[in-house]
């Protein structure tokens, strides 16, 4: 009797170990590592170190739609597709990385003398001294609570960053733009404040086609239903908000209005 | 003076005869290569304004799109790889805005 009751125990838990989460809490981010972006499309099989992105230098010194209109860098990590052949070609990274504006990125005839330049980008799991060092790169600008701790609207708006928005070869002229009037959504949930969405402030950084209709599909206000499950499953404004934008838990960022 | 204008001429004269479907399809193409950029380049000015554009430019717009991209599913070559992947991609988010505004005047 001991026995089976010994074995019936043993067999509970080693069921209950086996179908045991194996802990899906994940770490956050380092405000320095936050929008970080690893691109491994073919960089393991070609025996290189995957990149690291930084996202929060990048977004200092250039608006989304640069990269992710006129470059042409999918929203989506290695959805791109990025090959070395494309950037020695002048594309995608190879567009401001080109030895004349900034450094290199990948080249045909590569010495082992270029590898602190390849490790410049190629450089996960490597101990590398990044010549931008992020604490010393914001400590005047505006702070915020989450993601990258830094206020990146009140940082421009100071004059602190100017990001471009324009490459002489790469981007169109284009016809200024129309100034775009904010707008309410109703909050879903009774008694969370409504959200005021700055339309205006997004059509500057991002453009209208970087959102309509890949991000948000709908052709009238209010048709396409989501919620914040969906959001946190980075789809609609979790896209940009749950990785690179501030993040989903500073929800009073959005949701700015009374309670009604 | 007058024999060296006269041998330009000749040398130029078979120049052209020997060599002038080569000169003429190297100047299309590179025309060609330009022309098609240039293209883009025009019918995706608009996309800041497309929602002010009456649904017949929207209409003229996503055709342009529609045979541009025609044009660049030829493109070959490391460099054409390239540059029809990233054509492709901003063309396309070009194209779905206008089509995107165009449905949203008729739906109006």
Redesign the interface.
């Known amino acids: 009797m001991k026995k089976a009751l010994f074995f019936t125990g043993l067999l509970v838990f080693t069921i209950s170990i086996a179908l045991a989460q194996t802990g899906v809490k994940k770490r956050r981010p380092l405000p320095f590592e936050y929008g970080r972006v690893v691109i491994n499309n073919y960089s393991e099989t070609s025996h290189i170190s995957p990149v690291v992105f930084d996202h929060w230098l990048h977004r200092a010194k250039f608006t989304c739609r640069i990269c992710h209109v006129d470059i042409g860098f999918a929203m989506q990590t290695e959805v791109t597709d990025i090959r070395a052949a494309d950037n020695i070609n002048g594309y995608y990274c190879g567009t401001c990385h080109n030895g004349k504006d900034t450094f290199s990125s990948c080249k045909n005839d590569f010495t082992p003398k270029d590898s602190a330049t390849c490790d410049r980008c190629h450089s996960l799991g490597k101990k590398i001294v990044k010549k931008y060092d992020f604490r010393e790169f914001v400590k005047d600008w505006p702070r915020e609570r989450l993601g990258n701790g830094v206020d990146w609207e009140k940082t421009e708006e100071q004059g602190l960053i100017t990001p471009v928005d324009f490459i002489e070869g790469v981007s169109i002229k284009r016809e200024k733009l129309a100034d775009q009037a904010d707008f309410e959504l109703g909050a879903k949930v009774e008694g969370m404040p409504d959200i005021l969405f700055s339309h205006r402030k997004h059509t500057i950084w991002n453009g209208c086609e970087l959102c309509h209709p890949e991000i948000f599909i709908g052709i009238k206000k209010g048709i396409t239903k989501y919620s914040m499950v969906d959001i946190y499953d980075g789809k609609y404004c979790g896209v940009c908000h749950k990785s690179v934008a501030f993040p989903l838990l500073d929800c009073q960022r959005c949701h700015t209005e009374e309670v009604r | 003076m007058r024999n060296i204008v006269r041998f330009t001429f000749i040398s130029l004269l078979f120049l052209y005869f020997s060599h002038g479907n080569f000169i003429v399809d190297t100047l299309g193409s590179a025309y060609a290569q330009q022309d098609w950029k240039q293209e883009?380049?025009d019918v995706?000015?608009?996309?800041?304004?497309?929602m002010?554009l009456s649904s017949a430019e929207l209409k003229n717009h996503i055709e342009r799109c529609d045979n541009l991209q025609e044009r660049i599913n030829e493109l070959n070559g490391?460099?054409g790889?390239?540059?029809k992947?990233?054509?492709t991609?901003?063309l396309k988010?070009?194209r779905?805005?206008y089509?995107?505004a165009l449905?949203?005047k008729e739906?109006k």
């Open positions: 883009y380049a995706c000015a608009k996309t800041q304004n497309a002010t490391s460099q790889k390239t540059e992947k990233v054509y991609k901003r988010m070009c779905d805005l089509d995107f449905k949203y739906e």
